[in-house]
């Protein structure tokens, strides 16, 4: 038996539809009936108020999993106290009720904003839409239910390598003529969508706007309710963003390295900053989402990234994603690159600086923790699969340790235990988002509580130490 705490809402009832599906029996607990025009109904319905009464006794005994997905997920109520009510002492009663009955694993989804409303606000790192949380959490829920150890969470499609810039230390633009004048078809891109079912789509570069068939590899992807990240350097956003209209599913990602100067000497082309900025700025009055992505190399000043982010938060973008640049094979400027012990101290201090700043990171809190050196992860590459013009990149995208034919066998045949810090000398420094925020969020489904607390004290602790 599976019992569903909220098992009526929105993921709770298509968790419960999943269950359903393949054969298991249902117990749902709310305080809501289940959807009556849904063709199957849960074996059993408990209704009943968390927060004020727990669990029926005995009512989780004989399940060795129990999914709790209750709470309020409304920004205001009229009586703040509900949050803690529901949220906080309902979670409490599921956790009571399940160390009780000896139920040896809960899965806890919701979102940051209904944990804790005003530490959510201040250091909301997920500054993500309810839809795209939504479908991210329901995927990781059906595959957690099939029983999957490793499953695709974001496919980087990289159709072409070709670039406008000419960024030293960049692998991509590194290969062959021949190679930079290739690109994939839109049938071989959206054939790779499907293949990979993973729910978000990350296009990096080279510059994906240079792709004669970008706007309907987008739109065919949008249409496949996958959520589109098109990473850009902005500078053919003028010219090209007429080919796209504003959607919840598409968010363009700008490549910003540092301010004007450190930017545009990064990339090695004066004004691309300026350019950059400007091309967010239209974007944004189109109502487009906007993220950035910024790599931070060796000897990167720690107050001009405050000031960057400050900077881009001031501007209007959604979210800011980070990483310590990594000393991949391809890069032809490895001493740019931050060892792994730089990168903690430096993550660590820039988070001391965070809090009242308003800087909402496009990662997971126990990412952040991660990058701060408060946890260690092995990484999870095969949460973040690579597809190219050589097919699927093993075993990740900086890493092109040969190719795949297939999707399936991208998963089935490379020997994932042999990569990773301790056991692949390349891999010793590394700890970029699309090896280790796979990792950080399954910690955070196995480990509601931890990601709750690192949501809210990450900054504050911070500050206090500091
Ligand atoms: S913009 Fe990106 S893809 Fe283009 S050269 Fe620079 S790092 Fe490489
Ligand atoms: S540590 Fe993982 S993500 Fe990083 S390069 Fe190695 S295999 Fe790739």
Redo the contacts with the bound molecule.
Sequence with gaps: MIPVIGGSGFIGSHLVREALFRGEKVRVFDRAPYPEDESEQPHEFIRGDLSDYGLPKDSLRGCDTVFHLAGIAYLWRRDAKDFDRINRQGTENVLKAAKQAGVSRQIYTGTESINDLRTALETDSMSLPLIQKMRVGSFILGQIIRGRRRFPLVLMLEPLFR?????P??G??AQSQGVLNTEMSLEDCLGAVEECGAPIVSI????PLLHPHIQDIVAGIIKRRRFVYLCT?GLLVPQKMHLFNPSAYLTFNF?IDGLQKRHDSL?DCPGAFERAMSSIRLLLAQEFRVTTNTTLYAGVDLGEVARLFDFLTELGVEGLTVSPGFNYEAASAADQFLQRQDSREFFSRLFSLARGRGWRFNHSSLYLRFLAGEDNYRCSPWGTPTRNIFGWQRPCYLLPDGYAKSFQELMQATSWESFGNDRDERCRDCMVHCGFEPSAVLDSVSHPLKAFRAAGSLFRRREEIS
Excluded: D, M, Q, S
């Design positions: 670039c406008n810039l000419n960024c230390g960049c991509k633009i990096p570069g080279g510059e350097n490549h990339v």
